[in-house]
């Protein structure tokens, strides 16, 4: 038994009343932990391959590489789901390319119902065909105004902000960090350093760390996912992260006794004092081994306890999913309705890399209305259970 199912066991679940699918999608939405290279439509990396001479796609028929990817990923580690990226890098190395694959991930995340996200990438991984890494950013940031137009123009409105990556494993990362500071007040939020967490210790780039800290800018780090709570200590108390990607597993810092009592050692609890938040993105989780099962997964047992809990996809194409999709697979596995999902969304927006004023207007104008007329939409929901008595 793990310790989430031990949790759960101990607290009664909101009735399962599974919510339309479509209802949920136009539940306006916020996502913080998304890849641009995770992400891209499959037709589009073929089209990509065949204007750019790369030959080495698994199949070049859209369907069979969506189903590739999210196969290839269910590997039970995350290194071997990180390989399977050198496809999706490869068709995106000229400026055209990043640019109708910022403005495809902009409008496909207004069509999700997304209304604000923040989506990363790794400046120095596009850059073998002779871009600089400002090109790279210039033209993502391009990308992302066009899908936002796009999107308008079809009655939906999304926001879209950029965080750029640093890798683990590379040797870059305070170039990055300058350059998510030159770029802050053009279209770049924040800083993340993602990559194979396994032997490259984020603290080994702590001269990128302290050049943030001393500009005042915002980081998340990937931690928490293949490595344990030393990961999130570094990340936490060294690098200072302000949110954190993935971190599920600071449940190594959470004692749950016979009686149900709970107790948090000094680092879940420096997390959750703080507000750190958690940015959880389920179905990679059970990709990379992070987590077991939907149902076994330890966002619960954290929402439950107060952490700053937000719903993230990670990856659309490499895991094969939607926000829509990563709530849908919640509310089957926990009894989640309309409540759950305001609560990861307006955790999501208080913990954006966004002005103050700008969160506010978000939860007040955007989000909180947008729940109070799903709720008087989904009232006349008949759940499925009673729709069967009837
Ligand atoms: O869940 C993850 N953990 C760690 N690194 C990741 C994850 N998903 C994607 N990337 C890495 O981030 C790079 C920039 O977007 C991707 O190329 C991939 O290598
Ligand atoms: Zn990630």
């Keep these: 038994m793990t310790l989430s199912d031990k949790y759960t066991d101990a607290l009664p679940h909101s009735p399962a009343h599974p919510l339309p699918e479509d209802l949920v999608r136009q539940a306006p939405k916020v996502l913080l932990h998304d890849h641009l290279d995770g992400g891209l439509r499959p037709r589009t990396v073929v089209e990509l391959a065949q204007e750019a001479g790369y030959d080495a796609l698994p199949t070049t028929v859209p369907a069979a590489l969506g189903e590739w990817f999210r196969d290839a990923a269910d590997s039970g580690s995350l290194e071997r789901y990180l390989?399977?990226?050198?496809?999706?890098?490869?068709?995106?190395q000229t400026a055209p390319a990043l640019f109708r694959i910022a403005a495809e991930c902009a409008e496909d995340l207004a069509a999700d119902?997304?209304?604000?996200?923040?989506?990363?990438?790794?400046?120095?991984?596009?850059?073998?065909?002779?871009?600089?890494?400002?090109?790279?950013?210039?033209?993502?940031?391009?990308?992302?105004?066009?899908?936002?137009?796009?999107?308008?123009?079809?009655?939906?409105?999304?926001?879209v902000s950029t965080l750029l990556c640093a890798m683990r494993h590379a040797d870059r990362a305070l170039e990055i960090a300058e350059l998510a500071v030159a770029h802050r007040d053009r279209g770049v939020?924040?800083?993340?350093?993602a990559g194979g967490e396994i032997g490259n210790p984020a603290s080994r780039?702590?001269?990128?760390?302290?050049h943030?800290?001393?500009?005042?800018?915002?980081?998340?780090?990937?931690?928490?996912?293949?490595?344990?709570?030393?990961s999130i200590r570094e990340a936490v108390?060294?690098?200072?992260?302000?949110?954190?990607?993935?971190?599920?597993?600071?449940?190594?810092?959470?004692?749950?006794?016979?009686?149900?009592?709970?107790?948090?050692?000094?680092?879940?609890?420096?997390?959750?004092?703080?507000?750190?938040?958690?940015?959880v993105c389920p179905t990679s989780n059970l990709q990379t081994g992070a987590a077991t099962s939907y149902p076994g997964h330890p966002i619960d047992l954290l929402r439950r306890l107060g952490f700053r809990v937000c719903l993230n996809t990670d990856n659309r194409?490499?895991?094969?999913?939607?926000?829509?999709?990563?709530?849908?697979?919640?509310?089957?596995?926990?009894?989640?309705?309309?409540?759950?999902?305001?609560?990861?969304?307006?955790?999501?927006?208080?913990?954006?890399?966004?002005?103050?004023?700008?969160?506010?207007?978000?939860?007040?104008?955007?989000?909180?209305?947008?729940?109070a007329r799903l709720r008087s939409r989904s009232l006349g929901h008949v759940p499925v259970r009673d729709a069967a008595a009837a």
């Design 83 to 92: 390989e399977t990226f050198a496809h999706t890098c490869a068709v995106m």
């Design 212 to 230: 943030l800290r001393s500009e005042g800018a915002r980081v998340t780090v990937h931690a928490g996912e293949a490595v344990g709570m030393e």
């Design 317 to 371: 194409l490499v895991s094969g999913t939607t926000m829509t999709q990563e709530f849908q697979h919640l509310a089957t596995a926990f009894g989640y309705g309309p409540a759950e999902l305001e609560e990861f969304t307006v955790n999501a927006a208080k913990a954006a890399f966004l002005p103050f004023d700008e969160r506010t207007a978000l939860v007040d104008e955007v989000i909180r209305p947008g729940y």
């Design 237 to 279: 108390l060294r690098c200072g992260a302000h949110r954190i990607g993935h971190g599920v597993r600071i449940t190594d810092d959470i004692e749950i006794a016979a009686d149900g009592s709970v107790r948090l050692g000094r680092l879940a609890s420096y997390v959750r004092d703080m507000r750190i938040a958690l940015e």
């Design 205 to 210: 780039h702590a001269a990128a760390f302290d």
């Design 113 to 159: 119902g997304v209304v604000y996200a923040e989506v990363r990438f790794a400046p120095e991984q596009h850059l073998a065909a002779g871009l600089t890494l400002d090109e790279v950013v210039d033209a993502v940031n391009a990308g992302f105004r066009e899908g936002e137009r796009r999107a308008a123009a079809a009655g939906r409105r999304i926001l």
């Design 189 to 193: 939020a924040g800083f993340d350093i």
